[in-house]
């Protein structure tokens, strides 16, 4: 299973570096991660519920949503969900908040580290807002990223793979939703 574990991280790591993851743990960062994770892959998919909808009427953007929920091995359960506030060609803001659920205290452990670790190199970066926390047998990582006011210069700075989203100093909403839907393997509305 240990094997298993840290292939698994490394898919979620590099998803939440570009698009953005207790009360007895609880660590807020700001970061970026730049390690690949298949965790993602082995999540057996339940029902998707995704709303293209804007909850906040004050707010003219657009949102596209993706989600993914199910099993990501025996006894672990994941949700996950994406939400992407856009003009209709450039994402502006990125919103995640990624749930993991086990009774494996262990396991919620060791993802947390990961997660940490992965995220130190960019906790200095303004307008990449990060926060893990466990409670109880439930990890959640949330990730909030303002396109709009990130230096994305020091994004690829840090990890050159981020060019290959991030182009002029923009992300296209086209491939935040490509990223979601090929990588992630999550529904998109």
Do not use: W
């Amino acid at each position: 299973m240990k094997k298993t574990f840290k292939i698994s991280v490394l898919l979620i790591l590099c998803v939440f570096a570009v698009t953005g993851c207790s009360d007895n743990n609880n660590q807020k960062l700001g970061g970026h991660l730049n390690e690949k994770d298949s965790i993602l892959d082995n999540i057996q998919d339940k029902d998707s519920n995704s709303d293209t909808t804007n909850d906040n009427k004050n707010d003219s953007r657009k949102v596209l949503t993706c989600t993914k929920s199910g099993t990501v091995t025996t006894g672990v359960q994941a949700d996950f969900t994406y939400q992407v506030f856009h003009d209709g060609i450039y994402a502006e803001e990125v919103h995640t908040v990624e749930k993991l659920m086990t009774n494996n205290e262990e396991y919620l452990q060791q993802y947390r580290n990961l997660l940490i670790r992965g995220y130190e190199p960019y906790q200095d970066i303004e307008f990449y807002d990060y926060d893990v926390k466990i409670n109880g047998n439930t990890l959640t990582s949330t990730v909030n990223i303002n396109y709009a006011k990130i230096d994305t210069e020091k994004m690829i700075e840090i990890n050159k793979e981020n060019a290959t989203l991030i182009k002029n100093g923009k992300v296209l909403v086209s491939d935040m939703k490509a990223l979601y839907e090929q990588q992630v393997g999550a529904v998109c509305k």
